[in-house]
């Protein structure tokens, strides 16, 4: 079992990955150009590039944040009904109908109550992570300020390891959600 959530969570964790800094890339390029054409397209001289590559950190810490949320979203849906060292999550149609099975073909409609549950998971996992965090640096160090360390890219990384756990947990706390062998 350990090797199908380390499976399941390395293609998560890849794709989430690529597609939060392929998004981040893009729009923050758009700002950057976007800002450049509205400052006249003066010639690009090493001031000029310094500024613009200012302008697009900047834009990419900040549009990483909202890609990030994207991409959770969006790649929730392919660790689904991928098999992984004989076993494989299902995802099910809503309890409530008399019939409950198996979606082979899944939307993002049939997703909505179930990432909201992962989710939340994952909002309590990563809070855990900065309680220990904190605590941690006010044991090792001893500067006046908690959380000088805090950016989006501590919040990533501490949602890759909750990530890995929060598949542990998925099956147990959503009943559309099962392991099954394939």
């Known amino acids: 079992m350990y090797k199908f959530y380390f499976l399941l969570w390395l293609k998560w964790a890849s794709r989430l990955s690529f597609f939060s800094l392929f998004y981040t890339t893009i729009i923050a390029g ?4 976007f800002i450049y054409v509205k400052g006249g397209m003066q010639v690009l001289n090493k001031e000029l590039l310094e500024a613009l590559f200012s302008v697009f950190s900047f834009s990419f810490m900040l549009v990483f944040a909202l890609s990030l949320l994207l991409s959770l979203f969006l790649g929730l849906k392919y660790i689904f009904n991928d098999c992984y060292d ?3 999550f299902e995802l099910l149609s809503c309890l409530s109908e008399p019939k409950v099975e198996k979606i082979d073909l899944i939307g993002y409609g049939d997703l909505l ?3 909201r549950k992962w989710f939340m998971l ?3 996992l990563v809070g855990a992570q900065m309680v220990f965090a904190v605590i941690l640096s006010k044991i090792i160090t001893l500067s006046g300020s908690l959380i000088s360390w805090f ?3 501590y919040i990533y990384g501490a949602i890759l390891v909750a990530g890995y756990f929060s598949f542990i947990i998925l099956a147990a706390k959503c009943k559309r ?3 099954v062998k394939c």
Not at 30 to 33: G, N, R
Request: hydrophobic residues 60%; without cysteine.
């Open 30 to 33: 758009v700002i950057t150009l």
């Open 113 to 115: 109550k179930v990432w």
């Open 177 to 179: 959600v099962r392991i």
């Open 122 to 124: 994952l909002i309590w």
């Open 151 to 153: 950016s989006i890219y």
């Open 86 to 88: 004989g076993y494989s």
